[in-house]
Each structure stands twice: as structure tokens, then as C-alpha cells.
């Protein structure tokens, strides 16, 4: 079993819909995080949280440590907003340990 | 803004080659990571290092190498490339004792095929 598991696989939206990617874990974490990846390749941080609700622009991350999960809402979605959005965990010893992404599509 | 550079977006390399995959990081981070990226499978943690000269297997060490004679710059090497290595290598650093819980910021990526 996959420590860090996404859901979502694939996703496809509408542009101007609501989008939640969600993301579970199974180990003790001191923080967890949210990564964009765009066609080409490189990575951008968007969220690193260790409880509670981040806000940033359109991009919502929360965390609900006793559940270990988390969730990216995405408001008001837009074609550029398509992406691999990618969770990962630091757990309280070692690395980062990575899910497999969400890979989105915003139609026009 | 923090900056992590990889020299080369694309590389094709024949089997046998010796290869050599330069990162360069511009904050003095002190911690820096070699990852590899394949479709279903996510990243994979090749090497990091934590400081100078210093280094750690990640979880799939095997065939690869790496270097950090200086604060800013991580080298991975593939001794031997072979065709199981065609893909996408990802650099990354942060700061911190610990390697886990500090933001991390990545290159752009490299595309490596070996035929």
C-alpha cells in the first residue's frame, strides 16, 4: 500500500468549476504539501501546511491531521490552471515521500 | 527569488556513455536532492546531500552517483547509462537540518533518453 495516495488519477473540468483533488496518508507527518507540475516539467511548491487552511488566490489547501488527509480546492478554474498537482508528506523522520499526482485538464 | 538551475532541458545518450547531470542552486540551501520521475510511478528519491561532500542514498541508488564539492552545486553521474535510466531527473534544495519538512524548490528538469 501506497503511503501517500491521491485521488483523483485524472480529472477533467470545465473552466469556471469548483475542483477538489484529495490526498491521504498513513504515516505521522510534521508537514504536508501541495506541488504544481506543468507539461515541461518543473515543479512549483503552492502549499506546505502542517493544520488548518491555506489560501491563495484561487487555490485552497486544508489538512485534517487526525483523518491524515488533505485537500486542494481549486475556485473558479481556468485552461491554465491544467497541471500535475502532486501531494507529498514529510514525515517526522526521512524524507519526503511522494503520491503518484492528479493529472487535471480545464476545458475552455 | 530562489533559483535551482539544471544544465541541460533534453539529453540523448548512447548505452555505455557516461553522463553527468549538473544542478545548481543560487540561496545556499544546504540541503540538495536528485529525484527521477517516471509516468505511474511519482518521484523517486535518487540521492540527497545535506552538505558539502556529504551524501545519502535515496531509494533507488543503484547506477547512480553523485558529487557536491561545493555549497551551491550537486552532481548526479550515471556511471554507465542505460536504457532503464531514460528519464526525467529533477533537482531540488531547501534549507535545513532536516531534510524533510522544509519547502522544497525544483529545476526545470532534464529529459534524459540513453538508446
Known amino acids: 500500500k501506497n503511503e501517500v495516495e491521491q485521488s483523483p488519477q485524472n480529472l477533467t473540468a470545465q473552466e469556471g468549476e469548483f475542483i477538489t483533488i484529495n490526498c491521504s496518508y498513513s504515516v505521522g507527518i510534521s508537514a504536508l504539501h501541495w506541488l504544481q507540475q506543468h507539461p515541461g516539467g518543473g515543479i512549483v511548491s503552492l502549499f506546505m501546511?502542517?493544520?488548518g487552511k491555506k489560501k491563495h488566490g484561487r487555490l485552497i489547501a486544508t489538512i485534517n491531521i487526525q483523518e491524515k488527509h488533505s485537500s486542494l480546492h481549486i475556485t473558479a478554474s481556468h485552461p491554465r490552471d491544467s497541471a500535475v498537482y502532486i501531494c507529498?508528506?514529510?514525515?517526522?523522520?526521512?524524507?519526503?515521500?511522494f503520491g503518484k499526482g492528479t493529472k487535471l485538464s480545464v476545458k475552455p | 527569488d530562489v533559483k535551482v538551475t539544471q544544465s541541460s532541458r533534453y539529453l540523448v545518450k548512447r548505452t555505455g556513455e557516461k553522463v553527468f547531470l549538473e544542478c545548481v542552486q543560487d540561496?545556499?540551501?544546504?540541503?540538495m536532492f536528485w529525484y527521477r520521475q517516471d509516468p505511474g510511478l511519482g518521484l523517486r528519491l535518487i540521492y540527497f546531500s545535506y552538505d558539502v561532500k556529504m551524501k545519502e542514498k535515496g531509494d533507488i541508488p543503484e547506477g547512480y552517483s553523485v558529487s557536491r564539492e561545493k555549497k551551491e552545486r550537486f552532481s548526479l553521474i550515471l556511471e554507465s547509462a542505460s536504457t532503464n535510466q531514460t528519464s526525467m531527473y529533477l533537482c531540488?534544495?531547501?534549507?535545513?537540518?532536516?531534510?524533510?519538512?522544509?519547502?522544497?524548490?525544483f529545476g526545470p528538469g532534464t529529459r534524459l533518453t540513453v538508446t
Open positions: 501546511l502542517s493544520s
Open positions: 531540488a534544495s531547501s534549507y535545513g537540518v532536516g531534510t524533510g519538512f522544509y519547502e522544497q524548490y
Open positions: 507529498a508528506v514529510s514525515p517526522r523522520q526521512g524524507n519526503l515521500i
Open positions: 540561496m545556499d540551501h544546504e540541503n
